[in-house]
């Protein structure tokens, strides 16, 4: 068995062959990229992504980033297209056929049918002359670079420019149609990737489950207005006469306070609270709320309207229910 360095050197020739595959599509992009982008923009359907074999896994892959990303898409087994499947087809869709060689029987029997169907065809191929190429609308050209596997077979080099094409394309079409990060959580709820652009106004504590008390109340009507409020939050924010927030105070205050002056309950709450508090806006993400709880070592943050009004509150524990960390 190779040992050390030569072991890896297959490791690394596969590497740099697919970087150098990939690479090599940059210069060949121009107006079919253009005429591919144009249609996919102008679907009013589904993005129809079908393959056969190992390009039928990346097309799979090709077709749930476009439907993650603001372009509607499903896979179509092509096998199954012609027995039945195809019905799922609709003549407002568009159809991206992938084929490294052009030729692959399964893939060339949908053709037919989908004209029928009146949708428009994209081919990503390897082959710019072959029978796809030949019968598509627009034709991506995936280049010719070698395989990386040593016989020359297993499809490598091939397959990553299939993927990165259909990632050029995905991307590509995101931008354009100014698809956000909002848009993207809307896509992602579950897992960590929908946590992590999760906004303050959908964590927030606000309406009865926050405290708002006026400049001039003592702290004792503030505590009480804190263990009134519903999930008591331990923390209360201080309005000015304009509802502007002047101030915060919470359990952490009261903490100090006490070992302080055991008097201070009489006095007014402006005179014990955070008179210039650190505040998060509701459209920022509830993963900056965190940020800022963990450097200020606070366990809440107001939430302030572009005004300065109070509207909400984070607190620390609804985070970690979240699972936002």
């Known amino acids: 068995m190779p040992q050390g360095e030569d072991r890896l050197a297959r490791a690394r020739t596969v590497l740099e062959m697919e970087a150098r595959a990939i690479k090599g599509l940059v210069p060949t992009l121009g107006e079919p990229f253009e005429r591919a982008l144009d249609l996919l923009l102008a679907c009013q359907g589904h993005v129809v992504v079908t393959g056969i074999g190992k390009a039928g896994i990346i097309a799979t892959k ?25 019905g799922r087809v609709r003549k407002e869709d ?11 029987n399964e893939v060339m029997n949908l053709i037919d049918p989908l004209r029928k ?27 010719q670079a070698p395989e990386a ?18 990632d050029a394309l995905a991307m590509s079409l995101l931008e354009e149609r100014k698809f956000d990060t909002e848009n993207y ?14 906004k303050v106004r959908e964590i927030m504590r606000q309406g ?9 109340s003592t702290a004792r009507e503030t505590l009480i207005a804190m263990n009134a409020t519903v999930g008591r ?25 006490l070992q302080d002056d055991t008097e201070f309950l009489g006095k007014p709450v402006d005179d014990v609270m955070m008179s ?11 993963a900056e709320a965190y940020r800022l709880l963990r450097e200020k070592r606070i366990d809440q943050l107001p939430v302030v309207d572009d005004a300065g009004k109070p509207i909400g509150l984070v607190d620390v524990q609804d985070l970690l229910d979240a699972r936002i960390v």
């Open 233 to 257: 939050p331990g923390a209360a924010a201080v309005v000015d006469d304009n509802g502007m927030l002047a101030g915060f105070f919470t359990d952490g205050d009261l903490a100090r306070n």
């Open 62 to 86: 090709i077709s749930a980033t476009l439907a993650s990303t603001g372009t509607p898409s499903f896979y179509l087994h092509p096998a199954d297209g012609i027995h039945g499947d195809l």
């Open 117 to 143: 169907i009146g949708v428009s065809l994209i081919g990503m191929t390897g082959q710019p002359e072959s029978t796809l190429a030949k019968n598509v609308d627009v034709v991506l050209d995936c280049g």
């Open 185 to 198: 959580a809307r896509f992602h709820p579950g897992g960590a990737l929908g946590r992590q652009l999760m």
């Open 149 to 166: 596997c040593p016989m020359g077979l297993a499809p490598t080099t091939s397959t990553a420019a299939l993927l990165a094409l259909g």
């Open 94 to 104: 568009v159809v991206l056929l992938l084929s490294n060689s052009g030729e692959s």
């Open 208 to 216: 009865d489950g926050m405290t708002i008390v006026t400049t001039g």
């Open 276 to 286: 210039d508090p650190v505040a998060i806006s509701p459209e920022a993400l509830a």
